[in-house]
């Protein structure tokens, strides 16, 4: 169990969060974070008497080379990290990723914390225990599931993350609502003002609620086997697709939007249609220069998810009702593929 | 839970072991078995109709490397290993660690059906999960836990292992049934002949009994934590330090026969010395030349299971009565490697 944490000015009460005899930890953070944020948690913990030495990662999918993993076991070794020490990853989804897999294999796995200051870390990827790497042309191919042994969401990071990244992370938020929580889905679109505005009570409670929603399935299927945890897949098939075809130009979150809208138009007429498209609407449209269906749906049979390379659909029968299913064609992802801007 | 299978002639019959409906697997072996083995066991698959590509990693600790698993894992995707299909690993316990870690975190974890073929893999490091890479300067530094969906030993190849990797495994063998088995250690004083001949009854019985006892300890304790599984380091402690102060020349099976003398002589008098001696004369014991007591003490300070830089070591209370402490001193250490022919 991941013990959770979402509010403001957690990041200076860190220390105190964690507890520990010791006062022995990893601090992981990344080449954008490392003068501000990465200060101000490095502070934080030398104030509480640790010994916290600080690894920055590159910013970006960088971090999640082998390269860059291969250093950080490095540094691991060099500062004496010990069995029981935690590493604290402190940054977007790339440094939990990389941190994260480098504290599930280090010593064959060490405590993990994750520190996440982006609203898409924030709502969705702190928790669950899904660490990676990427191969050359294959992201997320190596990996590991590694259950954080807590999240702390201090969503007064989130006041300075640039517009595009924020805009992106709403996709996840949304996601949960439109696939597992109709009340939330319906509240998250009375209060998309707050929300855009960033004020920080709206935004401890849409993190809070995405966080629950998550561990709720995490917990019914951890390692993401028994079909449960792929709903949260909505969007996510055509979604990775495209982020690839893109080159990663298109983020993940822009990424997942367009993939929520195809899945919507794949699933046929839907009762709650209205308040299902507004909420869409509210998400970024990713950029479709250069990106071509074909090309498209070739990489979605080599998706992690693919069964004898077909490719897992997760559709909606109703707002909070989804499907899973693999009987999605070519032809029909063609087409709405076409609706909505992609060159065949 | 690892499906088990001790017996002769099994290699042949592996694919009707593992059953699958896709027949796809990756078998992976070492430039030494390549020939051999594994081209018996890529034979058996091709004949059942699997589709089995064969990877073959370099001989010794070399498979161990980042780099040897990074090859591995770039085959994995060319060859398009999908999730649910294994990784079967034939060889040693090199090649069970090297592959084991690349089952573990290829797609976050695949299938892993080990196929030991020396002594030792197949009495000890087959079983329990424990899946590892070296870094320079640090065994087993990072790793995963992964229990295989089955292990598979077929007695019939340890026939031709050459003598001293035969006789260094018989090391792990004994260590069961001192740590947890005292009928065992007595059956193996009395059928010692036997085993020395590698007749094949005599072979799977000693197989069969160290992995039951081996199955039941990792049980209780799957990823090491409790103290519980920490019992089967008996002899370990100064075994891996001598392991690396020698770089490796020493065998493990040798260095733990080593590292069980040193630990029956912290134990201090014990009633069934006899028995407890005539078994350990029976074990190999490794060349000290280059060997220094307090460099030796130096790396056990740096054991993956010291906490604060002190070192755990199992002793005995009396045969099949392990005892877990951290209370053994530098000096009571550097006693001992005298009286064991160590310069100080």
């Known amino acids: 169990m991941t013990d959770v944490y979402v509010g403001s000015g957690l990041l200076e009460r860190l220390p105190s969060i964690l507890r520990s005899k010791r006062r022995r930890a990893t601090l992981v953070t990344d080449s954008a974070l490392a003068g501000t944020l990465g200060r101000r948690l490095a502070a934080a913990f030398r104030k509480a008497g640790w010994e916290a ?58 405590p993990l914390v994750q520190v996440p200051t982006t609203l898409l870390a924030q709502a969705d990827s702190c928790l669950g225990g899904k660490t990676a790497v990427n191969l050359p042309g294959a992201k997320n191919a190596v990996g590991a599931f590694h259950q954080p042994d807590a999240a702390v969401a201090d969503v007064g990071t989130l006041k300075t993350l640039p517009e595009r990244d924020y805009r992106s992370g709403l996709a996840e938020v949304v996601k949960y609502g439109l696939v597992l929580d109709a009340a939330f889905a319906r509240e998250l679109d009375r209060r998309w003002g707050l929300l855009e505005r960033r004020e920080s009570a709206a935004l401890s409670w849409a993190v809070g609620r995405s966080l629950r929603l998550k561990a709720g399935i995490v917990a019914e299927d951890e390692r993401d086997f028994s079909g449960r945890r792929e709903l949260l897949n909505f969007g996510h098939t055509l979604g ?105």
């Not at 990290?81 to 504290?103: I, M, N, W």
């Open 53 to 110: 030495p600080l690894f920055v990662l590159p910013r970006g999918e960088t971090a999640k080379s082998l390269a860059s993993v291969a250093r950080l076991w490095d540094f691991l070794l060099k500062t004496g990290h010990e069995r029981r020490d935690p590493v604290v990853a402190l940054g977007g989804g790339t440094v939990g990723d990389a941190a994260g897999f480098a504290a599930a294999t280090w010593m064959r796995g060490v």
């Open 240 to 344: 990775h697709a495209l982020e690839s075809a893109s080159d990663y130009r298109v983020r993940h979150g822009e990424a997942v939007a367009f993939g929520m809208r195809a899945a919507v138009l794949l699933s046929g007429p839907l009762k709650e249609a209205a308040l299902i498209e507004r909420l869409l609407d509210r998400l970024p449209f990713p950029s479709l220069a250069g990106i071509r269906g074909k090309a498209l749906f070739r990489l979605l049979a080599r998706d992690k998810k693919a069964r004898g390379g077909v490719p897992v659909f997760v559709l909606l029968q109703g707002l909070a009702r989804p499907l899973r299913t693999q009987t999605v064609d070519e032809r029909q992802v063609l087409a709405v593929l076409a609706a909505l801007g992609v060159k065949p």
